[in-house]
C-alpha cells in the first residue's frame, strides 16, 4: 500500500511541476498582433488558477485508493480466520477467583469469553494457595486478536500477614519483631536457590487446528503443570493475527510459555523451574499433551526435538556442591540432554538407582553423524545399501553411569578391543584371566574370543549394571557367534570359561592375594585387566582404586611372573596440559609411581582415538617380566599371524575382530608425543628428559627401567 501512495502521489507531482512549466512558456511568448484578445487573456487565466484543483484531485484518488485496499485486505483476513467471531468480542481481562477451605481446593467453572472457554489455574491437591501479589499490564497491539488473563486469588490470610508486616516495620517492640521473623519464616518456606532447570521443546507435524485454539492449549499446559506437580499461579494467552497462539504461565517455581505456527504446524515451549523436582520426566507428558496428529490420514508422526541445560549458581549456594557427583552436570548434561538438534533421543534408561550408582542409557541419533533418512530406509527390506548394512545406520547407544559416559554403540569395539587384545596377544600363553568392574559385558566378551583361555574372572561390585546391561545394552554381552571348539553361547556369562563374581574387587584382592594371605600359584592371572572408574573422577572409590598402596601390591602379587597388568587410566594428556600430578589426573601420576616402586619391570602408555568419548584414550599397560616386554614391539605381521593362530573363528565365517590388528597395534608401540611433553613438565623433572637424552646425543644415561615415555620413543 505505501509503495502504491508513493507512485501515485509522484506521479501527480510530476504532473503538476510539467503543467507549471508549460504555462510559464506560454506567458513569455509574445503575441503576433502585439494585442491579446480579451477570449484568449480569459482562457490564460483559466489555466494558472487551474493547478490548485489538479493536486487536490491527485491527493483525494491515493486518500480514497489507500482506504479502500487497507478494508478490503482486513475483510479478506476475517474472513480466512478459523475464530474470525473473537473480532466482534471487546478484549477483556478475565479475572478467575478460586475458593479455598484449608488446604482443598474447590474447582471454579471455566470463564466463558464470546464463544471461548479456558480453564482456571489448579492447585495440586494438599498444596495450599501461595502468599503472592499479582500486577499486570496490557498493552494494545494490532496483531492481538484475543486477550486471556486467568490467575490464582490472592488469600485474605496474605493481606493480614502483609498487614501485620508493615505494623512491625514501623514498631520497635522486641516481641513483634519476633513475631515478624516467624511470619517470615512461613512466608519463605518453599523459596530456591538461584539455579534452575531449563527445559526448551520444538515439536513439529502438529494439528494445524489444535495449535490455534487457545482454550486447547491453555487445558494442554495446565494438564502438564499439574502432571509436573508444579504450581502455576496465572497464565496469559493471545491469538494473533491471521493465526497463532502465545501463551505465559507464572509459575511459583518460574515459568512456563510456548508460542504457536499453526500453517507450519510447529510449536516451540520454554519451561524452566527453580525447584528440586526433576524436568526430564515431563517429556512423554509434553509428547502426549502437545504432540497432537492432525486429522489427515497421510499427516505424518509428530516429531520432537528437546534440550535441558542446569541454570543458575550452585557452587556457593548449595552446601559442599560437587558438580563432577551430579550427573547432569556431567557427560549427560553436556553431550546429551544439552543438545537440542538430535534427530533421535530416547531415553532408555533414567536414573536407574542401583546400590551404587545412577544409571542411565540413551538411544541418540546426531545428524551431523548419521541421517535419519538413512536409519529408515535401512528398515525396509528392498534391496538398498542401506538396508543390506543395518548396523551402520543405526541409531547410537550411550551408557553412562552416574552422568558419565561408560560405552557406546559405535566406540564398543574400538574401546574393548584396544583394551584387550594388545595384553593378550603380547603374553606367550594366557589361560587365566581377571577383569575388574566392566559390567557392561564387552571386555569379558572380547577376552572369550582366544582359543588359549582356560578361565576368565570378572569382579564387578554392583550386580545392577550387569543387569541393566543385558537387558538394554545385549549386543555388549552377545556371544552367539563365536564358534568355541566346546559350543557357543548366546551370552558371554553363559560360557563354562567366563566366572561373574558380584563382589568388591579391592577386598577380593586382599583377601586372595593381599600381605596377609597366602598365594595360591594355582590361582594367580596371566592378565589383569582395570576396566572401572576415570582416575580423574572425584570419587572416594575412584580415589581407593588408583592410589591405595595395599590394593596396588594385591595387584601385582595376583600376576604371573610373566604377568601383564592392564589399567584404562582416562583422557589422554593435551600438548598444553600440566603435569598429571598438578592437574586432574593426580591419581593417574600416584598410581604409576606406585607400580614403578612395586617392582614393575616395564610401564607403557597408549592411545586409542576412536572410543567415541571425545578425546583419545588412554591405557597403560605394566610387565613384570621384561622378555614379555619384548613381544610388545613385534612387527603387525608377526601379531597377525599371532591372531590368526589364537583368535576363533566366527559362525559365518567372518573376523571375530572389528577394529584391531597388527597396523593398529603398531600404533600402540610409541607413547604420543603429548604424554611424553606432560611427562616432562613434573616438578622434579626426570633425568631423561634432558634435551641431549632426548634427541640422542650417545651420551650414556641412567634412565629409568621401570616407566620411561623418553626412553620408549627415543631408544626403545
Given at each position: ?11 501527480g507531482i510530476t504532473a503538476f511541476f510539467s503543467l507549471e512549466k508549460e504555462n510559464e512558456e506560454l506567458n513569455r ?688
Amino acid at each position: 500500500m505505501l509503495r502504491r501512495f508513493s507512485s501515485r502521489a509522484s506521479q501527480g507531482i510530476t504532473a503538476f511541476f510539467s503543467l507549471e512549466k508549460e504555462n510559464e512558456e506560454l506567458n513569455r511568448t509574445p503575441s503576433n498582433n502585439q494585442a491579446t484578445s480579451d477570449n484568449d487573456h480569459e482562457s490564460q487565466q483559466h489555466t494558472i488558477y487551474f493547478k490548485p484543483a489538479v493536486l487536490f484531485g491527485y491527493f483525494l484518488c491515493v486518500v480514497i485508493n489507500m482506504y479502500v485496499a487497507f478494508y478490503a485486505g482486513t475483510i479478506v483476513r476475517i474472513l480466512m480466520l478459523h475464530d474470525r467471531h473473537v473480532l466482534s468480542v471487546p478484549q477483556t481481562q478475565l479475572n478467575v477467583n478460586v475458593s479455598t477451605q484449608a488446604s482443598n481446593l474447590s474447582v471454579a467453572k471455566m470463564m466463558n469469553w464470546g464463544e471461548k472457554q479456558l480453564p482456571p489455574p489448579t492447585m495440586i491437591p494438599g498444596k495450599e494457595v501461595p502468599p503472592t501479589t499479582y500486577t499486570f499490564q496490557h498493552f494494545p497491539a494490532e496483531g492481538s486478536r484475543t486477550n486471556y488473563d486467568l490467575h490464582l486469588p490472592r488469600l485474605d490470610e496474605f493481606d493480614d500477614v502483609v498487614a501485620m508486616s508493615n505494623e512491625n516495620d514501623s514498631s520497635d517492640d522486641s516481641s513483634d519483631d519476633s513475631s515478624d521473623e516467624e511470619n517470615n519464616d512461613d512466608l519463605s518456606e518453599g523459596l530456591h536457590l538461584p539455579a534452575g532447570q531449563h527445559l526448551l521443546v520444538d515439536i513439529k507435524n502438529v494439528d494445524p487446528i489444535f495449535l490455534n485454539s487457545e482454550e486447547r492449549l491453555a487445558e494442554a499446559m495446565i494438564q502438564l503443570v499439574d502432571e509436573s506437580k508444579l504450581t502455576l499461579l496465572s497464565y496469559h494467552c493471545h491469538g494473533l493475527v491471521p493465526v497463532g497462539v502465545s501463551c505465559a504461565g507464572v509459575l511459583l517455581e518460574s515459568h512456563v510459555a510456548f508460542h504457536t505456527w499453526p500453517t507450519e504446524g510447529v510449536i516451540a515451549m520454554d519451561l524452566f523451574t527453580c525447584g528440586s523436582g526433576k524436568l526430564i520426566p515431563t517429556l512423554p507428558s509434553i509428547q502426549q499433551l502437545f504432540g497432537v496428529k492432525a486429522a489427515n490420514k497421510d499427516a505424518d508422526d509428530p516429531m520432537m526435538m528437546w534440550s535441558h541445560k542446569l541454570r543458575g549458581f550452585r557452587k556457593g549456594f548449595v552446601p559442599e556442591y560437587n558438580s563432577r557427583l551430579n550427573p547432569l552436570d556431567a557427560d549427560l548434561g553436556f553431550e546429551i540432554l544439552g543438545t537440542h538438534n538430535f534427530d533421535i533421543k530416547k531415553p532408555l534408561v533414567s536414573d536407574a538407582e542401583t546400590d551404587f550408582q545412577t544409571v542411565h542409557v540413551y538411544e541418540v541419533m546426531n545428524p551431523k553423524k548419521r541421517r535419519l533418512s538413512d536409519y529408515y530406509k535401512s528398515l525396509e527390506d528392498d534391496g538398498s545399501y542401506e538396508s543390506l548394512h543395518p548396523e551402520l545406520f543405526a541409531p547410537d547407544h550411550i551408557l553412562l553411569l552416574d552422568g558419565i559416559v561408560q560405552s557406546t554403540r559405535y566406540g564398543d569395539a574400538p574401546y574393548h578391543e584396544s583394551i584387550v587384545h594388545p595384553a593378550m596377544i603380547t603374553h606367550p600363553n594366557p589361560k587365566r584371566v581377571a577383569v575388574i568392574g566392566g559390567g557392561e559385558g564387552a571386555t569379558v566378551r572380547e577376552i572369550l574370543k582366544h582359543s588359549t583361555l582356560e578361565k576368565v574372572v570378572m569382579i564387578e561390585i554392583d550386580g545392577g549394571v550387569v543387569d541393566l546391561s543385558t537387558k538394554y545394552l545385549p549386543e555388549w554381552q552377545d556371544c552367539s557367534s563365536i564358534a568355541h571348539h566346546d559350543g557357543s553361547t548366546e551370552w558371554c556369562f553363559d560360557d563354562e570359561r567366563a566366572d561373574l563374581r558380584v563382589e568388591d574387587a579391592l577386598a577380593y584382592f586382599n583377601d586372595n592375594f593381599g600381605s596377609a594371605a597366602e598365594v595360591d600359584a594355582q590361582e594367580q592371572f596371566d592378565v589383569l585387566i582395570m576396566d572401572c572408574l576415570d582416575p580423574n573422577d572425584d570419587h572416594p572409590f575412584a580415589k581407593v582404586l588408583y592410589t591405595d598402596d595395599g590394593y596396588v601390591t594385591s595387584l601385582y602379587d595376583a600376576l604371573t611372573e610373566d604377568g601383564i597388568l592392564v589399567v584404562q587410566v582416562g583422557e589422554a594428556s593435551g600438548i598444553n596440559d600440566a603435569a598429571d600430578e598438578n592437574g586432574d589426573f593426580e591419581n593417574r601420576s600416584t598410581m604409576i609411581k606406585m607400580l614403578d616402586a612395586i617392582g614393575f619391570k616395564s610401564i607403557h602408555i597408549y592411545e586409542e582415538s576412536h572410543c567415541q568419548f571425545g578425546a583419545p584414550w588412554t591405557t597403560l599397560i605394566a610387565f613384570k617380566d621384561v622378555e614379555t616386554r619384548k613381544r610388545w614391539y613385534r612387527s603387525p605381521a608377526a601379531v597377525e599371524l599371532d591372531l590368526s593362530r589364537r583368535i576363533l573363528p566366527t559362525k559365518d565365517g567372518k573376523t571375530s575382530l572389528r577394529y584391531f590388528d597388527g597396523a593398529t597395534m603398531k600404533s600402540y608401540q610409541m607413547p604420543a608425543r603429548a604424554f611424553e611433553e606432560n611427562f616432562c613438565r613434573q616438578q622434579d623433572k626426570p633425568e631423561e628428559c634432558a634435551e641431549k637424552v632426548r634427541f640422542g646425543n650417545g651420551e650414556e644415561v641412567n634412565v629409568s627401567a621401570a616407566y620411561s615415555p623418553v626412553f620408549e620413543r627415543h631408544f626403545a
